[in-house]
């Protein structure tokens, strides 16, 4: 401060009076910037140079070139994590409209509306794991309620969870749960924002029902549409919680995707092959970076548009 | 009481000991990390400590009990970063990365002194890695088939010693509507238990070593013949539905409700199905009969170890810790029934009286002339390990991909060894 208050008073303007209009928004990008880089740039670097290692973790690292990726070609086990990753990304939108349904359904006023809204709220506040949990109980194949009610209609049991082309769809129905309440908040605050003298106006041209939502109400709700987009497929692709407490990726391996498997390959019990995690973890970023690319598209886009 | 007794003894014993050695002038500190987090290892964890802080007044014991799923990846950063002085760890090629990067220490001298290698031979091949010694043992376990003896009573069924009666027995129970076997394979090794002794009763214990060596091919004819045998049991319907959802906690219901009638197990399933309520009426033990007579028996006995870290700072107390751990007496204690309650690795202790650890304690001293073996994933390398144990519970659940599974695990091999 001192400093800064000497230069006042001096004639010539000092060199950070004369940079200040720089030097302010570096300063306070700076710290910023600086975890950017150390917590996110560099280990993403890490991990690219790391896949090109064999390394266990303890002793020196012996540089393969290319083997890593080589082997996951060959890799069955990475080929089912894909499609399942797939399965994932395609399936997990269906929070959206589902979240969309209810968030209309719930966006009246009746007695009692906050306490429904924050029931059906609920399933994204607890823990993933619980949601894992409960479910897993729900699809369990002696005493699992889905097993009661099929038994009751007589149609036999369902193992989910047991069987290798169901267990994902089983554990996507369970991610989705506490997706679509999300995707259901975002929709209620974005009906707050909706115009009701454009739903008025519609209304005097005769526009209702499907028509209205269609052509009024959904083009209102664009940002909204847009956040609920960008977490759900966010959402799809981090997707490990529920697939580790619900199957651990079994049985034999059908339920993994990309990041749990890098974690089984990487840091589990039998892992610890660094470099062959790193190079599953290359191609899960850059399978990222095309949505995020999109996403940092469309969104300058809109800046542009906006101004 | 008894044991109590039998413990203060043990100790004024040790201590008798250790102050005619040069251990009376141990002093600093030694730093213990342990992962028997679970309530009663932990105990005796804590007693170890305390006791052999109380032998040596200028040491300070500071022990670190860390939960043993988590130590697990801990060991780690641990071993390299900030080595305590002893840490737990397990038997066999588990040791092999630490033993490889140089992070365990050579006790071979240990080994080299009378009291230690006169009684606990029988697992000096199994803390043995390229000729030398790297821990001592505290504990071991049997395996076996655990069934329900009011069962076998009611279908009149004795205990089989070969393969057919195994098998015939089996038959009664399917036939009375119960399964034979529980099992739950949601987390794999426990599918690797059954190939372990289907394995071991096939071809012995030296080709479960070559295997789990990585010397023998997967797809080679006495691998498949193990597994033609596993399949018989998987065709007769053997083993209860949908194991592969469960965990090896989750298949004990089947056995306490009488839904199933044995449990291929480690003596650790004791405990909790004693607690859900079977008396010692109702449950008993067997080993795992004879399959090939023109094999000698052998067993699953993973062991549980204790090692120094090669950045250890007090070397001198641990040492003395190991000699400690695997005396005579200590190792009565610690592995008594109401303690860890398994098997003292000393020959000259004395195991307590329970039904199960007594026929344990027989079996493994005196009809297991094949060998004893750790479990398929400490002899074989991890990452075998976890490749071939998915492929078993793939095997028991759909039997006819076993080209495919055998092709799968004999590319690994190829690339892991």
Redesign the interface.
Same mark, same amino acid.
């Not at chain 2, 394979?185 to 794999?188: A, E, I, P, V, Y």
């Given at each position: 401060m001192a400093d800064i208050t000497t230069s006042l008073n001096e004639a010539p303007p000092g060199w950070i009076r004369r940079n200040r209009q720089t030097l302010a928004p570096v300063l306070f990008l700076l710290p910023g910037v600086l975890f950017f880089l150390f917590y996110v740039i560099f280990p993403i670097l890490q991990s690219f140079n790391l896949s090109f290692y064999r390394w266990d973790g303890l002793g020196e690292p012996v540089y393969v070139g290319m083997e890593n990726y080589a082997e996951l070609l060959d890799d069955r086990a990475f080929e089912v994590s894909m499609w399942n990753n797939a399965k994932w990304l395609l399936l997990y939108l269906l929070a959206i409209p589902a979240g969309l349904g209810i968030a209309l359904f719930l966006n009246q006023n009746v007695v009692g509306i906050r306490l429904y809204k924050s029931l059906f709220f609920f399933p994204f506040v607890i823990s993933q794991v619980v949601v894992g949990l409960v479910f897993s109980w729900f699809y369990d194949p002696t005493f699992g309620f889905l097993n009661q009610i099929l038994g009751f209609f007589g149609l036999g049991t369902l193992n989910v969870l047991g069987d290798p082309t169901l267990v994902t769809y089983g554990i996507i129905v369970a991610g989705l749960w506490p997706q679509t309440a999300y995707c259901m908040i975002l929709y209620l605050t974005g009906l707050n924002a909706v115009d009701p003298e454009q739903v008025e106006a519609a209304r005097l041209d005769g526009a209702k029902g499907f028509k209205m939502l269609w052509y009024v109400i959904i083009p209102q709700l664009r940002p909204a549409t847009f956040i609920a987009f960008v977490v759900t497929i966010i959402g799809a692709l981090r997707s490990f919680d529920l697939i580790s407490i619900m199957t651990n990726g079994g049985p034999f391996g059908s339920s993994r995707v990309l990041s749990f498997y890098m974690f089984e390959k990487a840091l589990s019990e039998y892992g610890f092959r660094m470099g062959y995690g790193a190079a599953i973890a290359v191609v899960l970023f850059l399978i990222m970076l095309l949505f995020i690319a999109y996403f940092l598209w469309s969104m300058y886009q809109e800046e542009k548009g906006g101004r | 009481m008894n044991l109590l007794k039998g413990t203060v003894a043990g100790l004024a014993m040790a201590a008798g000991l250790a102050a005619s050695a040069q251990a009376a002038e141990l002093s600093g500190t030694l730093k213990i990390f342990s992962d028997m987090s679970n309530p009663a290892p932990r105990a005796v964890m804590e007693k170890l400590a305390s006791d052999f802080d109380a032998l040596h007044p200028d040491l300070t014991v500071e022990l670190t009990v860390i939960d043993r !799923?988590a130590y /697990? @990846?801990q060991i780690?950063n641990f $071993? @390299?970063a900030n080595a305590p002085d002893v840490a737990n760890w397990y038997a066999a090629n588990r040791m092999r990365?630490?033993v490889? #990067?140089g $992070?365990f220490e050579d006790v071979s001298d240990l080994w080299a002194e009378p009291e230690i290698a006169d009684n606990l031979a029988s697992t000096k091949g199994a803390m043995t890695l390229d000729g030398k010694q790297w821990g001592v043992p505290y504990t071991y376990y049997q395996w076996g088939v655990y069934y329900r003896e009011d069962i076998y009573n009611e279908l009149g069924l004795e205990e089989p010693k070969d393969w057919e009666t195994f098998k015939a027995n089996c038959q009664k129970i399917l036939d009375s509507g119960k399964k034979c076997f529980t099992i739950g @394979? /949601?987390? $794999?090794w426990t599918a690797g238990g059954w190939f372990d002794y289907l394995n071991m009763r096939t071809n012995g214990y030296d080709f479960h070593m070559a295997l789990t060596n990585g010397e023998v091919e997967w797809t080679d004819e006495r691998v498949r013949q193990t597994f033609a045998n596993w399949r018989e049991l998987i065709d007769m319907g053997a083993f209860i539905?949908?194991h592969?959802?469960y965990s090896w906690q989750e298949a004990l219901p089947f056995m306490v409700n009488g839904e199933a009638a044995a449990y291929l197990m480690g003596n650790f399933a004791v405990a909790p199905l004693r607690e859900a309520g079977l008396s010692d009426e109702q449950l008993d033990f067997y080993q795992f009969p004879v399959i090939n007579p023109d094999v000698e028996l052998a067993e699953d006995a993973p062991t549980d170890t204790f090692h120094i870290p090669a950045a250890a700072e007090n070397k001198e107390a641990a040492r003395e810790f190991l000699r400690y751990v695997v005396s005579a007496d200590v190792q009565t204690a610690i592995n008594a029934g109401d303690a860890l309650g398994q098997l003292p690795v000393n020959a000259s202790s004395s195991v307590d009286d329970d039904e199960m650890l007594n026929q344990g304690f027989e079996m493994l001293s005196s009809n297991s002339p094949g060998g004893i073996a750790q479990f398929f994933?400490r002899d074989a390398p #991890?990452?075998m #390990?976890?490749v071939a144990m !998915?492929?078993f519970?793939?095997f028991m659940?759909f039997p006819d991909n076993l080209d495919d599974i055998l092709n799968?695990l004999e590319k690994a091999r190829q690339?892991i060894y």
């Open positions: - | !799923e /697990k @990846t780690r $071993l @390299t990365p630490y490889s #990067a $992070l @394979t /949601k987390f $794999l539905d949908n592969q959802s994933d #991890a990452e #390990a976890s !998915e492929g519970q793939e659940v799968r690339r």
